[in-house]
């Protein structure tokens, strides 16, 4: 395996990379925090924006999505490739998108281990912790 921290950062279409963008998701929200898969896969992930992250030998290791109302999510690291700037990387990518398309805001809904996380990026919190498939969540909001 290479490295971690030795990454490029694409987007991909769920098109072209749905096999590798639900391979991510699998094995971060379905097998590591035991969400049902059910509830992972929406129709609304054909017309998001994907990041996906990849290593030197084209393996994926991250991803993360922008729905066109602004919400970022599904943001996902394989275990190995955490706390190497990928997250951060991700979430700057959709950011970056996200101006791109001339959005006042984004927002996500935050499982609360990440919140520190979020806010070192600038992302505030707002409103009541809440379940989210069996996690707690806040939301957070990033004025661009």
């Given at each position: 395996m290479d490295t971690p921290g030795k990454f490029t950062i694409r987007l991909a279409t769920w098109q072209d990379d749905k096999a590798k963008l639900q391979d991510l998701?699998?094995?971060v929200f379905i097998v590591e925090q035991q969400v049902p898969e059910s509830l992972e896969w929406e129709k609304a992930d054909a017309s998001c924006i994907h990041a996906l992250?990849?290593?030197a030998q084209g393996k994926a290791v991250?991803?993360?999505?922008l729905l066109s109302g602004g919400h970022i999510g599904?943001?996902?690291?394989?275990k190995q490739w955490r706390r190497c700037g990928l997250g951060s990387?991700?979430?700057e990518f959709l950011v970056g998108r996200a101006r791109?398309?001339?959005l006042k805001e984004v927002h996500l809904n935050a499982q609360m281990h990440a919140l520190g996380f979020y806010a070192r990026h600038g992302f505030l919190e707002h409103g009541?912790?809440?379940?989210?498939?069996g996690i707690p969540h806040?939301?957070?909001?990033?004025?661009?």
């Open positions: 998701r699998r094995q992250a990849v290593d991250a991803t993360g999505r599904r943001m996902a690291v394989l990387a991700i979430l791109q398309q001339g009541a912790e809440f379940m989210d498939a806040r939301k957070m909001t990033l004025r661009l």
